[in-house]
């Protein structure tokens, strides 16, 4: 079994500044997840060609489930609002998403507030600039695997220090109500010594992901729940493989559940 997180910066290329279906399929297909969370994934977004980027993953992977759970109503960067029940499915979203190539018995989301402070971001464009947050969202699934039923869950947390701890420890008492195993995927804002010192669930990879051309931290996680750790297996293999699209290289840890 192979579990992936990816940050697909709405698939965009660092190479050409561009966003080409096929780039994005390719680099999705090459990750040959069975599950597959993803981060900054756009709906009907004009800059991404109005590509349903969770449709197209789903596509690449030859997923037969596949769900996108937004975090605004806009684009960030320009106009935008939280996301609400009643927007129109037919206005630009942009948030997360879940691919399985298993069958999913359950669904969960959770929304995770905004920090409500603005805060200095470095923006390679424009320098450094106090920013507005954006809310967050956790998407869980509980998905039949052949070993059985494992819960896998994907978000994509803060840029502010301290509310994306915050946040953290709201996603993982969120993912305690559904079954163990329990795996959270995402890109995390934080290195794996903090993620584990305020969750204690466990990395199941140590690897640099951001960024992309030249890693020089680990931002993408794959973690698991102690609780029913076990279950899981064995971890055989790592990737960060260099795809053509993102600022992020996506992380890829496969399992012998035997």
Do not use: C
């Not at 709405?10 to 096929?22: I, Q």
């Not at 029940?85 to 359950?106: F, N």
């Not at 993620?195 to 960024?211: I, K, N």
Request: no cysteine; net charge positive.
């Amino acid at each position: 079994m192979r579990l992936s997180t990816f940050n697909l910066l709405h698939g965009r290329s660092l190479s050409d500044g561009t966003v080409h279906a096929d780039r994005i399929s390719s680099a999705i297909a090459d990750l040959d997840a069975d599950v597959l969370g993803l981060q900054e994934v756009d709906r009907a977004q004009p800059r991404s060609g109005h590509i349903d980027l969770t449709a197209l993953a789903a596509t690449a992977l030859g997923a037969r489930t596949h769900r996108f759970a937004a975090a605004v109503v806009g684009t960030p960067g320009q106009s935008w609002e939280p996301w609400h029940s009643g927007a129109d499915i037919a206005h630009p979203q942009y948030g997360i998403a879940l691919v399985s190539r298993y069958p999913v018995q359950r669904w969960q989301i959770t929304q995770l507030p905004a920090a409500p402070m603005r805060s200095p971001v470095y923006v390679p464009d424009g320098g450094l600039l106090l920013l507005r947050d954006e809310p967050r969202v956790l998407l869980a699934a509980v998905v039949e695997t052949p070993d059985g039923p494992l819960t896998v869950a994907t978000t994509h947390l803060s840029f502010v220090p301290g509310w994306n701890v915050r946040q953290l420890r709201a996603a993982v008492r969120a993912l305690r109500a559904l079954p163990a195993p329990r795996v959270l995927l995402g890109d995390l804002n934080m290195p794996a010594g903090p993620v584990r010192a305020f969750t204690g669930w466990r990395p199941l990879a140590r690897a640099a992901t951001f960024p992309s051309p030249s890693p020089k931290t680990q931002l993408d996680h794959v973690l698991a729940d102690p609780r029913g750790a076990g279950e899981l297996g064995r971890v055989v293999q790592v990737r960060t493989p260099h795809a053509p699209v993102s600022d992020h290289r996506p992380l890829v840890v496969r399992f012998d559940r035997r």
